[in-house]
């Protein structure tokens, strides 16, 4: 099994609709991320959060929301989908030591179309 | 400015070919620098990474920073159509309160 896993994969959904996508992780990290990739553009970070009691805005927060429900669970909110939130979304985790590179573990994807 | 930039390409060489990534970055505090690797429809896995300036060799593949000129590079040797994807580079401070900055991906087909 997959030790990142998001559902939904794909999503299509309409202008206004609320959306959440999920993120569960079986690899025991603390630190948990949500990024959107568009073409041109690259890997953008939504939000992060690096325990179960912390969460910080990314660079790209506005018009999302998260909820970090337990360790392993993380999830992304769009509250009013708007067509250019568009985008393949990617949930990550990381579990920092001190001299690490904090490398992150990415799930699969959910490619989201509003319309 | 983004702390970390990377050229997107796309790159286009042939089977066998010796390939030259390369990203730029303006954070002298950076630390750490990795290149990740992305398959169509997959998300990115960690392919190197480097601590400091230097070199570091994994079979076809050499990471390079250079921190004098804030310089990072992935060369790839013998290139194969199986290495054809988006090679994203990373870097990150030390220490515990700072999370990773990605280039913008430069996407990489080997031709048969």
Known sequence: DADVTQTPRNRITKTGKRIMLECSQTKGHDRMYWYRQDPGLGLRLIYYSFDVKDINKGEISDGYSVSRQAQAKFSLSLESAIPNQTALYFCATSDYMAGSTDTQYFGPGTRLTVL | QKEVEQDPGPLSVPEGAIVSLNCTYSNSAFQYFMWYRQYSRKGPELLMYT??????????????????????????????????????????????????????????????
């Open chain 2, 51 to 112: 601590y400091s300036s230097g070199n570091k060799e994994d079979g076809r593949f050499t990471a390079q920073v250079d921190k004098s000129s804030k310089y990072i590079s992935l060369f790839i040797r013998d290139s194969q159509p199986s290495d054809s994807a988006t090679y994203l580079c990373a870097s990150r401070r030390g220490g515990s309160n700072y999370k990773l900055t990605f280039g913008k991906g430069t996407l990489l087909t080997v031709n048969p």
